[in-house]
């Protein structure tokens, strides 16, 4: 699923592939897409961006002069299990493009596209950010940890701190990977409750006879929990990259692969947590693990067979999105998307909860994230 990272990324790629192009026309909406019609329509009009944690906004603005006179529209755009934004030619949509924005002639006529093979992402009219969620640990820092240490009486602070991370009241634009790999930084047990891990950060202040140098010197060295929630995911962001699947670079994807330590790495463990969803961590899980819960531990490299003898490669999430050229270079005929885990309103609200079904005959079960599933592309370009 995208997380805070991938949101801003994919606000910083909209803000680059659309500066200097002129939007025309109607926003037009797929008809199997059971997101609200956008009543926008202007004849001249350019497109801007802007993230908060899982959230991106997009607002249409009018240029001076465009009909029918009309004021700035903007959307509010959660990205569920797959959603991305591209940029294509208007005769080569990707699949599943279910709202589009087509540049004014003259010019080769391009589309600016929110692609989204599971449907589980959300537009909403109106540009008001999500009530509830907290602030951005990526661009609201100081806030964000004001909320946090603030609210630490709330009873999500009662679960274990790798279930903590995922309530976007308090941690917006923080997901699965991101927990792990801040929790194994720091040598967290995931299973640890919440408000004991949180409590000792509210007597932390900096000695006063230290200067601003020293200070932000013994931040970069020991940071905190909440320090890490808002480094870790800057550090993804100035990874940069195209995104995750058959149309990204290879490169990309390799140097995200390389950046991590412990979201399905080697020698990691993992279970489930209370909500279904998988942790990766390394040693004790924490007092809190569920009772009868299997930590499953991850082989090295060299005991596990390759791709090739149909072993389990865990699904990593992408470094960006948005993609510009995959339409040019042409579509697979089926396209990879996540396998969706348990998740909770105060975890993942842009995720409907999934049931679990029984276990199919002959399928393995494993602890550690799921391999994408090939869901065929739909036709018509939606």
């Known amino acids: ?9 994919a606000s910083r790629f909209v803000n680059d592939a659309c500066r200097g192009l002129v939007f025309g026309g109607c926003v037009e909406k797929s008809p199997v897409s059971r997101n609200p019609e956008v009543p926008f329509e202007s004849s001249a009009y350019c497109i801007s961006s802007s993230a908060r944690g899982k959230e991106l906004r997009l607002t249409l603005s009018p240029l001076p002069g465009a009909q029918p006179p009309r004021e700035p529209l903007a959307l509010v755009f959660r990205f569920g299990m797959s959603g991305s934004f591209q940029l294509a030619p208007s005769e080569a949509l990707p699949a599943h493009a279910h709202l589009r924005f087509y540049t004014a002639p003259p010019g080769p006529r ?138 990204s670079g290879e490169e990309d994807f390799a ?77 697979s005929e089926q396209t990879t998307a996540w396998q969706p885990e348990g998740t909770s309103l105060s975890q993942d609200p842009e995720v409907p909860l999934v049931p679990k079904k029984g276990r199919r005959r002959g399928r393995p079960t494993t602890s550690g994230p799921r391999r994408p599933q090939k869901v065929k592309a739909e036709n018509g370009g939606t």
């Open 1 to 9: 699923m995208p997380e805070g990272p991938e949101l801003h990324l």
């Open 110 to 247: 391009l589309a600016l596209c929110f692609v989204d093979i599971r449907r589980f992402g959300h537009w909403d009219i109106g540009g008001e950010w999500q009530p509830g969620r907290g602030p951005c640990v990526l661009l609201e820092y100081e806030q964000f940890r004001e909320n946090v240490l603030r609210n630490l009486a709330d009873k999500v602070f009662d679960k274990p701190i790798c279930e903590a991370l995922l309530d976007q009241r308090f941690f917006n634009g923080i997901g699965n990977y991101l927990r792990a790999e801040i929790l194994y930084r720091l040598k967290i047990p995931p299973f640890e409750k919440a408000r004991e891990v949180l409590e000792a950060l509210q007597q932390h202040r900096p000695s006063p006879e230290l200067t601003l140098s020293q200070k932000i010197r013994a931040k970069l060295q020991n940071p905190d929990l909440l320090e890490l929630c808002h480094s870790v995911p800057k550090e993804v962001v100035q990874l940069g990259g195209k995104g995750y699947g058959p149309e």
């Open 255 to 331: 140097a995200f692969r390389a950046w991590l330590r412990c979201y399905g790495m080697p020698g990691m463990s993992s279970l489930q947590d209370g909500r279904g969803r998988t942790i990766w961590f390394q040693g004790d899980p924490g007092p809190l693990a569920p009772k009868g819960g299997k930590s499953r531990k991850k082989k090295s490299k060299g005991a596990q067979q390759g791709p090739e003898h149909g072993s389990e490669d865990p699904l990593l999430p992408s470094t960006a999105p948005s993609r510009t050229h995959g339409a040019q270079r042409g579509l």
